[in-house]
């Protein structure tokens, strides 16, 4: 039977519509179908509230790195044991529209179960998990989930916070494990882009090589010429010296 449900997120505006918040996201909803009143208890530093005669209801004020205070505090002052304690939380490991319930493992890198696990000194909790999908490589983490989700991922994660809120009276009396079956059965991830391929660029079109006009030889008459004229000068030489001076 789970005596205590806890919603993980971040208080303030600015948090509210991110992904972080899934946890809130679901108990709020929780809360208001079931009639209860989150009422802000300065003591626990949280939002409370209890279903009558079941569960008391729990959203950390002290934002995610510091939410096993008021788990600590709470769970302490009513004896309540690690596995009657539920927490549900975003989960970068599922895709958008899937939500899944285990009991105890690792904190896979999540601030609000490593702080909450240190402060009850057990892992051995029930988590539900909601499915936010993982920021694309070399994206930061931590960026990611402080952002808000696409329209197509939110619809998704509402999808699965139905298909959650639907079994969750059922695991919280006490029959967790019809309520696992019944919620792994009922995934809807968000639809992913269309990979747009590029238009294919076309072959470039080769001009045709310009040939260079072929350099003919002169005739050899023509060649020759020069030598007969060069020769012709040097005789009329001779004659031209000749005559200047005469025979001696």
Not at 81 to 103: C, M, S, W, Y
Not at 129 to 148: E, S, T
């Amino acid at each position: 039977m789970i005596r205590l449900v806890v919603g993980l997120g971040n208080p303030g505006k600015e948090y509210e519509r991110t992904r972080h918040n899934a946890g809130f996201w679901l108990v709020e909803r929780f809360a208001a179908a079931s009639g209860v009143a989150l009422r802000k208890d300065p003591k626990y530093q949280a939002l409370v509230g209890r279903m009558e005669g079941s569960a008391w209801l729990l959203l950390p004020q002290s934002f995610m790195n510091s939410s096993g205070r008021a788990v600590q505090m709470l769970a302490g002052f009513f004896k309540i044991k690690p596995e009657e304690i539920l927490v549900v939380h975003d989960e970068l490991d599922f895709p958008p529209g899937t939500a899944r319930i285990k009991q105890g493992g690792g904190i896979a890198g999540h601030n609000g179960l490593k702080d909450i696990s240190q402060r009850i000194g057990s892992h051995d909790y029930w988590r539900l998990r909601l499915g936010v999908g993982r920021p694309a490589a070399g994206d930061d983490v931590a960026d990611y989930v402080l952002h808000k989700p696409s329209v197509e991922e939110k619809e998704a994660i509402d999808a699965s916070i139905d298909n959650a809120l639907a079994v969750l009276a059922q695991g919280i009396a006490g029959d967790m494990q019809a309520a696992m079956q019944k919620l792994h059965s009922q995934d809807r991830p968000a639809p992913k882009p269309e990979k747009k391929e590029p238009p294919k660029a076309e072959p470039a079109k080769k001009e045709p090589e310009k040939k260079a006009p072929a350099v003919k030889d002169p005739p050899k008459s023509q060649a020759a010429a020069p030598e007969v004229k060069a020769a012709a000068l040097k005789k009329g030489d001779k004659g031209f010296l000749k005559s200047l001076f005469g025979k001696k």
